[in-house]
């Protein structure tokens, strides 16, 4: 017999039984722990001349903070490198407009999501194809 809030568990009630599928499972999060990676330095300026003359519109789905989000999403976007930092592996002279774009951060994870990152036509060119078979663009 279960017991009821407020009664005790010596007394009937009425409350219906707690299937195995209706009982809530908890997950233990927010345990601090130590990670130790590379971070690639990024120059701040190069980026400024990549937004400038791209815009802040996605290079892969064209999606623009701005107009979705109004002035909380002015000038949000990723700048992506068409050539991973990592892959160079030395300092070296970036071109804004030759080697960066603006993708937004969905499509920039998608990019990621290979190793080495696909291409922006590549990922443009599957959003694409997609477009036709979903309903959550």
Not at 114 to 122: A, F, K, L, R, V
């Amino acid at each position: 017999m279960l017991a009821a809030e407020g009664l005790g568990s010596d007394q009937p009630t009425k409350a219906a039984a707690i299937y195995p599928d209706e009982v809530a499972e908890t997950y233990p999060e927010g345990a601090k722990y130590t990670i130790r990676v590379n971070a690639y330095e990024r120059n701040t300026d190069a980026r400024k001349k990549c937004l400038a003359h791209y815009g802040y519109r996605c290079a892969v789905c064209d999606f623009d903070f701005e107009h979705r989000y109004g002035q909380r999403g002015k000038e949000f976007i990723h700048v992506h490198h068409l050539v991973p930092v990592s892959s160079i592996g030395q300092a070296y002279e970036v071109d804004p407009i030759m080697d960066l774009r603006p993708v937004c951060p969905n499509c920039h994870a998608m990019l990621h999501r290979t190793n080495p990152p696909c291409g922006i036509d590549e990922l443009a060119a599957s959003l694409q194809e997609s477009q036709g078979t979903s309903s959550d663009l």
